[in-house]
């Protein structure tokens, strides 16, 4: 089984709300990933946790907080976000995080909309 | 990580073979070859990589070229259903990030 899964799969939020997005594997991976995708452009790597430690943060706005309470569990807390942060938001995860032959598996994404 | 360039768009029969190639010229050694797709508002998934050999799963083939600049992915009996935006990436060895770039958006036709 190589399943990732992710809730909400929609959300619509204002400005000032504030909102999680979770991800949840039972595969055993030790490595968790966010990606953030705008329309018509491939995922960009936000975050990697490896071992639920933060391992990659790639200059995301503090707006956007990541969260791993153990190794299945992933969430992204989403505070005071801008229109511009309307996207699809991908979690996925692998099996340590720490080899190129560590596939990642994706889940079915988040459409997040800011109003 | 190395660059990959692909054609923005290709078109496919269905029923025939789908070849999709992939530039990298700047390759390195430790470095090895991705393929994921990504069917319209779904997550990437994952189809096949490699270092230096050909490949083959129940998904599609890779073949790499002997000096590793290009790769080609081959899906051998292309459907409807194969339509997507595939994705080429080189990873280099233990590193955990991937980098997607823009990819080919293949379109199956009947």
């Known amino acids: 089984d190589t399943e990732v899964t992710q809730t909400p799969k929609h959300l619509v939020m204002g400005m000032t709300n504030k909102k999680s997005l979770k991800c949840e594997q039972h595969m055993g991976h030790r490595a968790m990933y966010w990606y953030k995708q705008k329309a018509k452009k491939p995922p960009e790597l936000m975050f990697v946790?490896?071992?639920?430690?933060?391992?990659i943060n790639e200059s995301v706005p503090s707006r956007f907080s990541p969260e791993c309470p153990n190794s299945s569990l992933l969430n992204l807390h989403l505070h005071a976000l801008q229109p511009e942060d309307s996207a699809l938001y991908l979690c996925?995860?692998?099996?340590?995080?720490?080899?190129?032959?560590?596939?990642?598996?994706f889940g079915p994404g988040t459409r997040l909309t800011v109003l | 990580d190395a660059k990959t360039t692909q054609p923005p768009s290709m078109d496919c029969a269905e029923g025939r073979a789908a070849n999709l190639p992939c530039n990298h010229s700047?390759?390195?050694?430790?470095?090895?070859v991705y393929w994921y797709r990504q069917i319209h508002s779904q997550g990437p998934q994952y189809i096949i990589h490699g270092l230096k050999n050909n490949e083959t799963n129940e998904m599609a083939s890779l073949i790499i070229t002997e000096d590793r600049k290009s790769s080609t992915l081959i899906l051998p009996h292309a459907t409807l259903r194969d339509t997507a935006v595939y994705y080429c990436?080189?990873?280099?060895?233990?590193?955990?990030?991937?980098?997607f770039g823009a990819g080919t958006r293949l379109t199956v036709k009947p």
């Open positions: 990436i080189v990873r280099v060895d233990a590193n955990n990030d991937m980098r």
């Open positions: 700047t390759i390195s050694g430790n470095e090895y």
């Open positions: 996925a995860s692998s099996r340590t995080g720490g080899s190129s032959t560590d596939t990642q598996y």
């Open positions: 946790y490896s071992y639920e430690k933060l391992s």
